[in-house]
Nanobody, 126 residues
Framework: VQLQASGGGLVQTGGSLRLSCAVS????????MGWFRQIPGKEREFVAV????????HYADSVKGRFTISRDNAKNTVYLQMNSLRPEDTAVYYC????????????????????WGQGTLVTVSS
């Protein structure tokens, strides 16, 4: 399974970006797809997850109401729409796939994920 993240960039406070994660090498009907972020020197932290089969979603409290995770079945792609961005959202964002369908929900630990994309940098200027 290969994950290709894109869509990062530089944006001002209050602006928006949409990240994409294109997935190849497997059908995703039994996967849970997550977004994480990491600042240098800090732990990789959970942002959002979506169950491919049910569409159920879960968000970190820090992004709830501002970020939206979604999927496009036809394109095998997961999106993270980020609105009302803040300087503290600056990080490298990673998409990840958890293939353990049926395990506990929501999967918020990085250790629950089996595959990772390469990361895309989001910088929010103040």
């Amino acid at each position: 399974v290969q994950l290709q993240a894109s869509g990062g960039g530089l944006v001002q406070t209050g602006g928006s970006l949409r990240l994409s994660c294109a997935v190849s090498g497997s059908t995703l009907s039994r996967y849970r797809m997550g977004w994480f972020r990491q600042i240098p020197g800090k732990e990789r932290e959970f942002v959002a997850v979506i169950s491919w089969s049910t569409g159920s979603t879960h968000y970190a409290d820090s992004v709830k109401g501002r970020f939206t995770i979604s999927r496009d079945n036809a394109k095998n792609t997961v999106y993270l729409q980020m609105n009302s961005l803040r300087p503290e959202d600056t990080a490298v964002y990673y998409c990840a796939a958890d293939r353990k369908y049926g395990s506990s929900w929501p999967p918020t630990s990085k250790y629950e994920y089996d595959y990772w994309g390469q990361g895309t940098l989001v910088t929010v200027s103040s």
